[in-house]
């Protein structure tokens, strides 16, 4: 039944696709003009008028027909002028905020399906005609009992069903692409949409997009660069979020916000330092930063305030990660090649047994030529496409843990364009990165560090002495020789010595922290912990 409903799901996109002869856009690109012939057998293809829209309007027209998952594939793509003809970014960039609403009906329905009792029981008021509609979701102004002005967003009815059916074709071009192509299996395909549609359900339910409101709200307390709405906790559901009103002007409307008198410079600025926070000091940063969920607060033009909504989806890395890509940001600041030569290696981002001299002269190619340039000069969209392609000749296998923040990195670069070409992306963000690399290496950060994982620490070294006497006990072989058995013994001493000496190395760490006490008998901590541990090097 379900191969059914792909089936269908497959002719309808194929339908569209002809009403909107799109077709037509194939056999301009060369890798897609084999799938051509499946228009050929279309009647409609050769029977229906030629539809005379531009090319622009078609496309945008098709991605809403389509549903949630393509509009929100054109959404991004209208984040990117330099990587699309003008005509076709322009049209794109509609669908920002211009999606079809749902009826006021089933607005009111779905808030009655939640809460139990109609709107109007539940708001002081509630106006149900949208005043802003996306791709999975409309937003309705509305104001509580207590007197507070809001916005309620509610899911469209159905989103769910109708993005698994797409969900499961981008599955079986999935696994085509990988059974069928040596660079797919490289690039896993399959991991890639398996992880989109973690981040596509995640963000369908409400319910998280709030915590993560609340999150990086609490992330940017006091902040004066940017404002995240409060969240209203008790009117919250699965399908229905509140949260404060926002006032202020879409960032994409250049023209208003220059009539504001806004320094346009300073607010350009702010989104790289914005971004750059929240990746590496944050660990958490909002991943669908496209126009429609970016406001400008312009009380005080000199100092605009970002105001950002729509946090259904966002992303973090791991501490590994998180790492090596700041060592990438610093050393390619630095104009250090061999440096990031070597992290993507170290990362395993490239195998190990990458030459790092043919690697470095292969970035330097690349990142060479796109400095000392400004903003409106250099295309990032080419430089990470050059790096990638520059990658793949080393073996580089897909991560698809990096892709969110590729995409937030790459509509991070349109907004800036769009707002200050002449921006300095990496003058603003290199502060960002030392005080982040600052931080790694105080030792202040070291001890909160340590009393954090100071429970799993302890919990480790009380299972030590059980996992040696397994280990010696459950050996397949028990006529094994006692030099073996003492060999085993040795080892763990040497463990248990080697733990010893951290602990004395931790201890001296924490007292030269502490400023009140003398610094040398941390320094003498320290002495004896080098010596304990260079006593358990194997020999």
Not at 236 to 243: A, I
Not at 480 to 491: D, E, G, R
Request: aromatic share 10%; hydrophobic share 45%; glycine share 4%.
């Amino acid at each position: 039944m379900q191969q059914f409903k792909i089936l269908v799901r497959l002719i309808h996109i194929h339908k569209i696709l002809v009403d909107y002869r799109l077709d037509d856009l194939i056999q301009d690109i060369p890798y897609l003009k084999p799938l051509l012939w499946l228009f050929y057998f279309s009647p409609k293809r050769w029977l229906s008028k030629k539809n005379q829209l531009p090319r622009a309007i078609r496309i945008r027209r098709a991605l809403e027909k389509l549903g949630p998952l393509y509009v929100k594939f054109g959404q991004s793509l209208s984040t990117r002028p330099d990587l699309l003809p003008e005509d076709i970014a322009n049209e794109l960039a509609q669908l920002q905020d211009n999606v079809p609403a749902f009826s006021s009906e089933a607005a009111e329905q779905e808030i009655e399906n939640s809460f139990g009792c109609s709107a109007q029981e539940v708001f002081k008021s509630f106006n149900s005609d949208a005043f802003a509609s996306a791709s999975v979701a409309q937003a309705h102004l509305a104001e509580l009992q207590s007197g507070e002005e809001v916005v309620v967003k509610i899911l469209r009815p159905g989103i769910l069903d109708a993005i698994e059916k797409d969900m499961q074709i981008l599955f079986i071009l999935a696994k085509l692409i990988e059974g069928y192509s040596k660079e797919g299996k490289r690039l896993k395909p399959l991991e890639v949409v398996s992880d989109y549609q973690k981040v596509v359900h995640n963000e369908l339910d409400l319910m998280r997009e709030a915590a993560n409101c609340a999150q990086i709200g609490r992330n940017w307390k006091d902040s004066e660069i940017i404002h995240v709405p409060k969240v209203y906790w008790d009117y919250c559901r699965p399908n229905v979020l509140v949260q404060e009103r926002i006032d202020g002007i879409p960032i994409n409307n250049i023209d208003e916000l220059n009539k504001a008198g806004v320094d346009i410079q300073q607010l350009a600025t702010n989104g790289v330092i914005i971004f750059f926070t929240q990746v590496f000091h944050h660990n958490l940063f909002h991943a669908d930063m496209h126009p429609g969920n970016i406001f400008v607060d312009i009380s005080n033009p000199n100092q605009p305030k970002y105001a950002a909504v729509d946090f259904g989806i966002v992303g973090s890395l791991n501490e590994r990660d998180l790492r090596y890509l700041a060592r990438n940001f610093s050393a390619f600041f630095e104009q250090d090649y061999k440096k990031i030569a070597r992290c993507f290696i170290e990362a395993r981002w490239v195998p190990r047994e990458t030459r790092i001299d043919e690697f470095e002269a292969s970035i330097r190619t690349v990142c060479d030529p796109i400095f000392d340039k400004p903003l409106k000069d250099i295309s990032f969209g080419n430089l990470l496409f050059r790096l990638l392609q520059t990658a793949r000749q080393f073996e580089m296998e897909n991560q698809p843990q990096l892709v969110q923040l590729e995409k937030t990195l790459l509509n991070i670069e349109g907004l800036g364009r769009q707002l200050y070409p002449e921006l300095d992306l990496m003058k603003a963000a290199k502060p960002v990165l030392d005080d982040w690399r600052k931080k790694q290496m105080d030792i202040k950060g070291l001890v909160k560090k340590l009393k954090k994982d100071a429970p799993e620490l302890r919990e480790t070294l009380e299972r030590l002495p059980e996992v040696a006497r397994k280990l010696l006990e459950e050996r397949p072989d028990h006529n094994q020789s006692v030099l073996t058995n003492m060999n085993i013994i040795a080892s763990f001493k040497r463990l248990y010595l080697g733990m010893i000496g951290m602990g004395f190395f931790i201890g001296g760490i924490l007292l030269l922290a502490i400023r009140e006490i003398s610094f040398w008998p941390g320094w003498v901590m320290v002495a004896i912990s080098v010596i304990i541990i260079l006593t358990t090097k194997p020999k």
